[in-house]
Structure formats: C-alpha cells, structure tokens
C-alpha cells in the first residue's frame, strides 16, 4: 500500500508539471502564435504519455523488485498488446504530422515561397536577385521591407511611395514594423550566409548572397526585440546584433515621413 501511494504521488507530481507547462503570456505576433500553439498541442499528447510510461515504470520497479520475486520469468507473446501499442503510435504519429503540416503550411511559419499567390504584388527590393515575395492582392495595407545583412551589422530598406528610405544597426537604427498589418521582410546578404533571427517574435530566416528569403509575419504586441545573427559569420559574428521595434501604424509612417526629410 504504501508504495502504491508514492507512485501516485509521483503520477500526480508530473500531471501537476503538465499544468504549470502551458504558457500565459500574450503573443507578440502571428509567427509566436503559431509556433507556441503547435508546441502545446503536442505538449497536450506528450503529458498522457509520458504519465502512462512513468506509471507504468514505477509500478513494475516496485512491483518486481528484488526482494518481491523469486526468479526471473521470462516473457510471454501477447499479440493483442503488440497490435494495441502499434495502433496507438500510428495514431499519435498521424496527429503529430497533421498538427505540423497545418503550422508548416501557413506562409508565416512554413515560408511565403511555399504559400504564395500566384496573383502576388511584385516584391518591394533593392536589388534583381530572385526569391523576393510580394504581399496577395489583397494586403493593401502590406508593409515590405529589403533586410540585407553584412560583415557585421544589418541595413534595412523601407519601401515608400516616394522611394526607398534606409537605417542601418552601426547607426544605432533599429528595424522599425508596424503592429497589425502583414510585413514581408526580404531577406539577402552582401557577402556570405547569414541569418535573421528574432526570437521573441518567432521570426528566422537565412540571408543567402545573391537571392532573397521573404519571411511574413504580423506583430501584436509593441516593443523592442533582440535582433541576432543565428549562423555563424566570422570573427564579428557575436557582435552582429540589432533591434526590432513593433511601433503603431501612425508612428511607423512618422518615422518613414522623417527618414525622407533627412535625405
């Protein structure tokens, strides 16, 4: 009896971690969203398990151990339980490919190349590299954005109606995005590979020389993110940081009205 207790407080010990596992903070945009709602439905298949399993672990440890049995018997075919345990693995595996491909197939996780309108706006970039997405014929309020990346710091080309208008990290600009509209980032590099990567924002994307990666996202939450470079680039590769600031609608058209008067 009393081991039978300590084996369900350990059961009840893990479901009570299951409950603490699932986050509360509000998402910063549609990729975090996304991402953070994939990794929870598989958290929600993965904590049964992981209690029958335990379960299952414990109870045979207390109930075969050494002083409990006299010799080792050896095992008995039970095809019933070989047919319920391949079943049941065919099914989680089915789900667990199902819930991925429906992330994986939306244009702000899975990639804007995979997804695209064949009807897309023409990509808002700098130069004539191939790769570069433009917004569906729908997104009128569409942002783009050319992000290229450099031995070591990142410059950033806003498309206006007047041109284009540019920032750069060594200045101590940070890419500037406006909460509640799609913005396509067009991602390339001068030199060698790179790659874009806010965390907090669930955004990542090589920068390859001589071809674009659009990424699309739309941020939620105002505020400043860490821009880092998530492949390794050289000597100043931990260095090459910047700053992703998600401004209102009204403040990122401010800035860009700004930027054109400087030049």
Known sequence: MRHRRAALRALLGVGLLALLAEPVAAQTSIN???IS????????????????????????????????????????????????????????????????????????????????NPNAQPAAVTEDFDGAIGPNPEETNAVQIDVVAAKYFWEYNYETENGTVSGTSTAGEALKIPTDRPVYLHITSTDWLHAFHVPDLGLKQDAFPGQYNTIKTVAYEEGSYQLYCAE????????????VDVVSSEEYEEYLDSKQSEE
Not at 42 to 50: F, K, M, Q, R
Not at 65 to 91: F, G, S
Not at 232 to 243: A, E, F, K, N
Request: contains cysteine.
């Open 32 to 34: 975090s969203e996304l």
């Open 232 to 243: 390794y680039c050289g000597v100043g590769h931990s260095g090459m940081l910047g700053q």
């Open 37 to 116: 709602g994939l990794n929870l439905d598989l958290l929600y298949v993965a904590i049964p398990i992981t209690i029958l399993v335990e379960g299952i672990l414990i109870y045979t440890v207390i109930r075969y151990r050494a002083d409990k049995v006299d010799e080792a018997k050896p095992t008995q075919e039970n095809r019933r339980l070989e047919i319920t345990w391949t079943v049941a693995t065919a099914v989680i595996l089915l789900f667990v490919g199902f819930a991925a491909y429906q992330v994986l197939g939306v244009a702000a996780v899975g990639g804007v190349t995979a997804s695209t």
